[in-house]
């Protein structure tokens, strides 16, 4: 537990603002992906990364799984894959685009949250075809991020952004919910006292993000500050919402404030609702 050299929109920036380093180019990494059901699932990821993670390099070479690692490639599927190992598997795809004229997959949308048992299934066909024929590579890659085989969820955002400012050395595995217990348990509970580094945790267990910047009070219990997160709405994926409005409501049977989203910022957070403000001991801007 030490001092941040980074802030959350640094990260973001990194993921998105260009983008990733690929030997293709820069990639920004402009979606939201997650394994759970319920938020929208992972079934592009599914039908790709099960394949592709066995095939071997140039043909006889390792296998990706191997070569990036199969953790690193179980996190990556679920939406919480690190920077370097995207930017590890669109290398492999870019180097072997021959064996991907044999890799089929499904292009798949959300699943609705109304019938999460149906997977919506777009179109079909091999992933040379589908993607790399006539494009760039920068391109091909763009494209499936844009149909979602890659994208990060918000729990992966802010155990990925532990990881870039060396915070943790590996990725630690939690919900929403058990983040408020396990990385980040001091509640903070006066609008005043927020700062920069706090994580936003929603008091139903189902969204993280965190504070970026704090700007003002706006009265004696309202606070305005800037939220980085990674989830879909006005934007999609990594984001920075700029003068969002936090405003004190009262404290639930756990002991920690309750706090109301008043004013969702800029570009509007796509998750309201009511959130717990917690710290991490030692972990600051």
């Not at 059901?37 to 790709?48: E, R, V, W, Y």
């Not at 802010?158 to 990881?163: A, I, Y």
């Not at 920075?240 to 409005?245: A, L």
Request: with cysteine.
């Amino acid at each position: 537990m030490a001092e941040s050299n980074y802030l959350p929109y640094h990260f973001v920036n990194y993921l998105r603002y260009p983008g990733l380093q690929a030997k293709a180019g820069t990639i920004p990494l402009a979606q939201y992906l997650c394994k759970t059901k319920s938020n929208g699932g992972n079934d592009s990821a599914t039908s790709l990364i099960g394949k592709l993670r066995w095939m071997k390099d140039g043909g006889t070479g390792s296998q990706m799984n191997t070569l990036v690692g199969g953790i690193a490639v179980d996190l990556a599927l679920k939406g919480q894959g690190s920077g370097e190992t995207f930017v590890a598997i669109w290398d492999f795809m870019c180097r072997n685009k021959e064996q991907l004229k044999k890799l089929n997959v499904e292009v798949c949308g959300r699943r609705d949250r109304g019938d999460t048992d149906t997977k919506v299934v777009l179109k079909t066909g091999n992933v040379y075809d589908l993607y790399f024929k006539g494009k760039s590579d920068k391109a091909a890659i763009q494209a499936m991020i844009a149909d979602r085989f890659f994208g990060i969820d918000c729990i992966g955002f802010t155990g990925t952004f532990l990881m870039y400012t060396g915070e943790w050395t590996k990725y630690k595995g939690a919900t929403p919910r058990q983040w408020a217990d396990w990385h980040c348990s001091k509640k903070i509970n006066h609008a005043k006292d927020i700062k920069p580094l706090d994580f936003m945790i929603w008091t139903g267990g189902g969204h993280i993000a965190i504070v970026d910047w704090v700007w003002s009070m706006v009265d004696d219990k309202t606070v305005k500050v800037d939220v980085c997160q990674s989830s879909s709405g006005e934007l999609t994926g990594p984001q920075c919402n700029e003068f969002v409005h936090l405003r004190e409501g009262s404290i639930d049977g756990t002991g920690r404030r309750q706090y109301y989203i008043s004013h969702r910022g800029s570009p509007r957070m796509p998750v309201d609702g009511h959130v717990y403000v917690m710290r991490r001991n030692g972990f600051f801007w």
